[in-house]
């Protein structure tokens, strides 16, 4: 059974950082694009970032730019999201997603979904 859980949730301060982990199981993701989508109460789920299998190609929202970093670590099958210099309005749920190709993940064609962790940032 295919699972994504992510990790590294919580409260911050507006200006902190926080780090997500998501860790895959159940199959091997080689050649998949991984990637980040946040849902804040109220609003749709929307795209943050995705990254390429090879780490070589990256995506990012244009709300995040500068402040959020993606990475990998395929041999663990997991995508981390460096968070810093965070805002208010970044508190939502924070979905990790895996599709076949970046395009896709981008559109929210996405193969499988985690359950979620959840963002707060205080002002």
């Known amino acids: 059974q295919v699972q994504l859980v992510e990790s590294g949730g919580g409260l911050a301060q507006a200006g902190g950082s926080l780090r997500l982990s998501c860790a895959a199981s159940?199959?091997?993701?080689?050649?998949?694009?991984m990637g980040w989508f946040r849902q804040a109460p109220g609003k749709e789920r929307e795209f943050v970032v995705a990254?390429?299998?090879?780490?070589?190609?990256?995506s990012y929202a244009e709300a995040v730019k500068g402040r959020f970093t993606v990475s990998r670590g395929n041999a663990e099958n997991t995508v981390y999201l460096q968070m810093n210099s965070l805002k208010p309005e970044d508190t939502a749920v924070y979905y990790c997603?895996?599709?076949?190709?970046?395009?896709?993940?981008?559109?929210?064609?996405?193969?499988?979904w985690g359950q979620g962790t959840q963002v707060t940032v205080s002002s």
């Open positions: 159940g199959r091997t993701f080689s050649g998949y694009a």
């Open positions: 997603a895996v599709s076949p190709m970046i395009a896709h993940l981008q559109a929210g064609r996405c193969d499988y």
């Open positions: 990254i390429s299998w090879t780490g070589g190609r990256t």
